[in-house]
């Protein structure tokens, strides 16, 4: 039997809380699929944990929100696999904005829409 891969969660603390209360939280002696991005979070945090994700085996998708994601888009930029794929998603404080979205730009330009 093929065991399914995991949600990875970085955000703030109402997005992370609500997708754990959804189910998605994975706890193990090893660590956790999730990290709650507050206001004193170092960056090289966050970029540890978003690379920590991408090499594990177990992650099929990192969701991420996007003004986090806007701190560490320079590692963004550089992760260009598929597995785990990463998606940039809302906060109830900063709406989604695809002109920021680094998988829409790259969309934009294969479809011949974008720079």
Known sequence: M???KLVAVIGDEDTVTGFLLAGVGHRTAQGSNFLVVKGDTKLQ???EAFKAFTTRDDVG???INQHVANDIRHVLKDYNA???TVLEIPSKEHPYDPEQDYIMQRVNMFLGGGT
């Open 2 to 4: 093929e065991v399914g």
């Open 61 to 63: 998708i990192i969701l």
């Open 82 to 84: 598929t597995i785990p």
């Open 45 to 47: 945090q966050v970029e």
